[in-house]
């Protein structure tokens, strides 16, 4: 990703998203009942991403620091939480919120959304336990699709809890109960939107993935040099583990495969 923008997006922008592209009334309806808190100490940005979300019909609070959210928390535990990593005076206070709510709940979504776009940070945050890790460059109907979809997982897994299964290939493992993935017994600390792309080329070995069937998989809307980031992440990730892995086969003009034993 290129740096985040620091600006948030307009008030027009907000006003302008409505309704996301296939939505009905029935999205509105379910997203009622769903509680978002959003932790951002810059006021026009959380005001903004308040307003969007509200729009979408969700429940939100809107917090400027760690202290304030945990105070809140404290009563009662929202449906997810989108959280920056700076907070006020804490350069690490999102990362500090992060751990504290995955100790209190191991399954509350939680998504990063931030200017700092490194990788050590969206790995950092990844491993405190993050669902997803998102910079804010992110399109304002990008960022709500996410947590759209994040919250259809949620339910899918709820009402379906053996849908999927385990996968075993190889090395890898993956747990679509808990969206979990091991290499050699080893977690490589995946976002959510990875897991689901790797879950997709590994369903099917040898079967080539088109990147659009990727994204359909995953939920999510990507330009084609998001998606190869995405891939390069993956491979990154697996290798950090295992120096030669090389199961991701890209297949030029077409797609990607995972490559069988």
Known sequence: HPAGAMLAPSRRNVADCGVLPGSQKSHQTRA????????????????NYVDAFRRQGYRVAGYADRASALH????????????????????EGGFELCRDLRARSPTLPIIFLTARDSDLDAVS??????????????????LLARVAALFRRVTALTEQPDEGGVIERGPLRLDADRLAATWNG??????????WIVHAL???PGHVKSRQQLMDAANVVLDDATLTSHIKRIRRKFAAIDPTFDAISTVYGMGYRWLTD
């Open 186 to 195: 080893q977690d490589p600390a995946l976002s959510l939107t990875e897991y």
């Open 125 to 142: 945050g990844l491993r405190l336990g993050a669902d997803d890790y998102l910079t804010k460059d992110i399109s304002l109907v990008h």
């Open 32 to 47: 009622m009942s769903r509680s978002i808190a959003i932790v951002e100490d810059e006021p026009a940005i959380r005001d």
């Open 202 to 204: 590994a369903l099917h």
């Open 72 to 91: 809140a928390f404290d009563q009662r535990l929202p449906d997810l939480v989108v959280i920056d990593v700076s907070l006020g005076d804490e350069p």
